[in-house]
């Protein structure tokens, strides 16, 4: 069994055993822990033996503590949208010395003094795996391409806090660095100070929606430059801070440091590029090449510890050389959950027994030292603030930039542990710029969700439905993709809509990616707004699908873009692209998928909340598209394809038949369209004309010459509106034989679906309202009362619903509209049917009311409000 023996004149040891030995009253520098070989496994209760004095099951024990208590903290910090890092450390402080090793019990029986070298050892191959999939996220040609912002920003962020930050220290080394290695305390204080982050601030830009934004771009790019570099003054740092060393030894640390690096990058990285060409397309990399690569992270780690150098700083370089593309990511999905779940919070339970806080005894340096990383904290943000301003980038993106390059995190961790391993650091230096660290990274989200606001142009755009553009106008679509069974459906749909140069279709395929905190979702991330090449995996088949139909067919012009978002707040991500890329239609697939014997099963849970909420939130009109054989080859290569549009009324069956309008220009579409009405329907009579705008109101209107003022039309009921849009589709396919035009008299729900179900089975896609005809209409009332979906309306959940005999593809059509609450100061906004014209009629009354105010008016006044 371990025991401690005291033994004079033992030279101190260097790791988490003998730092945290002051639970017991032993002396660090006057004891050595022994180990027994031989207790490893328990013999069992039954014989009377504790378990926890064998090293496995109370390593076991510790483990699963260790991870409870990290899920737990990030499950309480997640309201206020604190990064999953300082979780992991405050779990660490919490276990350790400074809270529940106060509890002499839990000290002695959960983390005794003997245990601590077997989760040591693990928790650094866990770092050591950790840093390899740190090194695949990041793309060395990253650097090539930044351009000069980035670099000048990476540049500031560390030079600015490193001279400051080791200039303040060197003044008050007296109180600061006592009993340790004068220059080797600055360097490791320097890099320590000027580190940034990347892999926490990659998940704190995903985690705020700045990811794809500029700001997010030029702060991931400043990041992977500035971590690099970081990298390379820490081993600097760590060859030079052998108290013992030679100037001549340390010379040949560096020199093999470089060495060990060329050879990664000129023997190790187009071995792998080998290897990657060697793979057919489409196939994966066979489990003997995946387990070569992982045990060469080991290999790499032994070298660079043999050099001099620590082990991580090997396995960094190494998975800094591997091809981000397939072999990454399988890479990464193979290791990530294990590394970060399990390993990774490990070595933060190091850290946090390590962190004695008990130990913070002298105010005068803990106040130093606060000082001191409060002072590098100001100089990093306030040169990223002076390169940004120099850049034409406003002041609060400046700042917003500052304190995103100010996150630390796991990177800073490591420098302060190999810092105590090194003895260059003491207890409370150590304690102090751990809970410094933590607060400076807690700080990062809530002042950039504040500071940051995004310059938001008057997006007044005309076309934001199908029903107010033109049918043979260009068409912008949003297609939203979740997995590549999504795609087939998509371009069947795209085929039908009849592309042509004189009416083409611009198509946004996005993506969508749901953030887990992965790092090959954050790799995915990464590669889209880095405008790199095609993210990795499904998206790269995605997107491969889409631009060979672009080449295939004339009239089509497909951007494929990737988001990656919790599903919570995925639709906000796709409501401002839809906005800002002028969309008339954003595509969802249906949140269910066909099964081989025709029924309906779920994909993923929380898409029908992403559907219900793009419904709910869109700037535009929304189309739900059901797949039940409409991506078939037989029905693709077709030479007709049948299409029925089941009419009831209203604006969403209006969205309808402009999108079926569309298709009847294909030469190989023919159109059913069933108009339901009631027994007693009569036609509306026409609207009256508005009236000339009379000679003293154009003369008030000339006052404000920046204002546009627009008499709306006189208020046309839903079916006024119906009528006029049917008749002028109808007179505009008089003779047309590909359209079929029938009306049907049902009186209720049940002759409805009747009608419905005696329909020609011949047709493969049914286009619907999601709220047909008037609200509480007789001929849907009772269908919507049994719907299991609402978001395809009470005709669209029929239709796939498996009391419906036929097997048909559904598009489900929402219009949009606006709906402007009136303002509490000044006269009446007049709501029209249409949305520019109301747009513009908002942003006069909000100018005016700004004039009212003082504030200032006029056109440009009221687009903040936008």
């Known amino acids: 069994m371990a025991e401690v023996l005291p033994m ?32 490893v496994t328990a013999y069992g209760i039954w014989q009377g033996v504790n378990p926890l004095e064998f090293s496995l099951p109370l390593f076991i024990l510790q483990t699963a503590i260790i991870v409870a208590t990290t899920r737990l903290l990030v499950l309480l910090l997640k309201p206020i949208r604190q990064p999953r890092v300082i979780a992991e450390i405050l779990a660490g402080v919490i276990l350790g010395p400074s809270v529940m090793g106060q509890v ?41 391409r930044s351009g000069k912002k980035a670099l000048i920003i990476a540049v500031a962020g560390m030079a600015l806090p ?102 990664c990058f000129y023997v190790v990285r187009p071995l792998m590029w080998w290897l990657v060409r060697r793979v057919p397309e489409g196939e994966a990399i066979s489990d003997v090449h995946v387990t070569l690569i992982l045990t060469g992270v080991m290999i790499a780690g032994v070298c660079t510890d043999a050099i001099g150098i620590h082990s991580v700083f090997g396995a960094f370089v190494y998975g800094l050389v591997i091809p981000s593309g397939q072999l990454g990511v399988v890479l990464i999905e193979k290791l990530e959950d294990f590394v970060t779940g399990l390993l990774l919070p490990l070595f ?64 800073e961790m490591i420098v302060l542990n190999i810092g105590r391993d090194k003895e260059v650091l003491d207890d409370e230096s150590f304690a102090v710029m751990v809970l410094v660290s933590v607060a400076m990274t807690a700080l990062v989200t809530p002042v950039v969700t504040t500071v940051y606001r995004p310059a938001r142009r008057l997006v007044g755009y005309k076309r934001r439905n199908l029903q107010r553009s033109k049918h043979d106008a260009e068409l912008r679509m949003l297609a939203c993709v ?3 069974r999504n795609v087939p459906s998509i371009i069947s749909l795209l085929e039908l809509s009849n592309p042509t140069k004189r009416s ?25 707004a880095s405008n790199q090449s095609r993210s990795a995996g499904s998206s790269d088949h995605i997107f491969n699908a889409f631009e060979s139909y672009e080449e295939s067919v004339g009239g089509v012009s497909i951007q494929a873009l990737t988001a990656v978002s919790p599903y919570q707040t995925m639709h906000e991500d796709v409501s401002v692209l839809a906005e800002d890329k002028h969309v008339s239609l954003i595509v969802l697939p249906f949140h269910k998928q066909q099964t081989v014997d025709g029924g309906m099963e779920p994909i993923n849970a929380s898409l029908r909340g992403f559907n219900e909420s793009i419904l709910a939130s869109a700037p535009c009109s929304v189309g739900i598209l059901v797949d039940r054989g409409l991506s078939a080859a037989a029905a693709r290569m077709a030479a007709v394809h049948h299409v029925a549009l089941l009419f009831f009324g209203g604006p969403d069956d209006r969205e309808g038949l402009a999108y079926a309008w569309r298709m009847v220009e294909h030469p190989g579409v023919c159109l059913t369209i069933v108009r339901f009405i009631p027994p007693d329907y009569k036609a509306p009579a026409a609207p009256a004309t508005a009236q000339p705008m009379a000679p003293a109101a154009r003369a008030a209107a000339n006052v404000h010459a920046r204002a546009i003022t627009i008499v709306p039309d006189a208020a046309k009921s839903e079916r006024q509106m119906d009528e006029e849009y049917l008749g002028e589709f109808r007179a505009r396919n008089v003779g047309n034989d590909a359209v079929l035009y029938m009306e049907q008299v049902v009186a209720n729900s049940e002759e409805t679906l ?37 978001e395809l309306g009470p005709i669209g959940d029929l239709l796939v619903s498996s009391e419906f005999s036929k097997m048909v593809s559904v598009l489900v059509m929402q219009q949009y509209v606006i709906t402007t609450p009136q303002p509490a100061v000044g006269p009446a906004v007049p709501v029209t049917d249409d949305p520019v014209r109301q747009y513009v009629t908002n942003a006069n009354q909000r100018t005016a009311a700004g004039n009212q105010m003082g504030r200032g008016g006029g056109w440009g006044a009221s687009g903040a409000d936008f």
């Open 162 to 263: 490193f001279c400051i930050g080791t200039a303040t220290s060197f003044i008050f080394r007296h109180q600061v660095s006592k009993n340790v290695h004068q220059a080797s305390f600055l360097l490791f204080l320097g890099v320590a100070l000027s580190v940034t982050a990347f892999p926490v601030l990659a998940r704190i830009l995903a985690e705020i929606k700045l990811l794809n934004s500029d700001l997010g771009r030029i702060a991931m790019s400043a990041a992977i430059v500035n971590d690099m570099c970081a990298w390379i003054l820490l081993a600097l740092a760590i060859a030079i801070s052998e108290a013992n060393s030679s100037a001549f030894s340390s010379l040949w640390v560096l020199l093999a440091g470089v060495l060990f690096v060329l050879a």
């Open 754 to 790: 009747a009608a419905i179900r005696d329909l020609d089975s011949a047709h493969e896609l049914y286009i619907v309202g999601r709220h047909p005809g008037e609200a509480g209409s007789p001929l849907t009332s009772a269908l919507a009362e049994w719907m299991d979906s609402p």
């Open 104 to 144: 002499e019990v839990w000290a002695n029986t959960v983390f005794p003094l003997r245990s601590l070298l077997t989760l040591e050892t693990v928790a650094h191959l866990g770092l050591l795996y950790f840093l390899f999939l740190v090194g695949l996220e990041m793309d060395v040609n990253v650097i090539k």
């Open 482 to 484: 979740h997995t590549t």
């Open 504 to 528: 083409p279709i611009f198509i946004y395929a996005l993506h969508l990616v749901e953030l887990t905190g992965r790092a090959s979702n954050m790799l995915a991330a990464h590669h889209s």
């Open 348 to 411: 933060f339970a190091i850290s946090g027994l390590r962190t004695n806080l008990t130990r913070v005894r002298d105010p005068v340096t803990v106040g130093l030292l606060v000082l001191v990383f409060t002072m590098a904290s100001f100089a990093k943000i306030m040169g990223t603030i002076l390169i940004a301003v120099s850049y034409t980038m406003t002041f609060r993106d400046g700042v917003a930039l500052g304190f995103l390059m100010n996150t630390r995190g796991l990177v």
């Open 8 to 39: 004079a004149g033992t030279v101190p040891p260097r790791n988490a055993t003998a730092q945290v030995s002051a639970r017991g009253n032993i002396s660090s520098s006057a004891s050595v822990v022994c180990y027994s070989p031989m207790m």
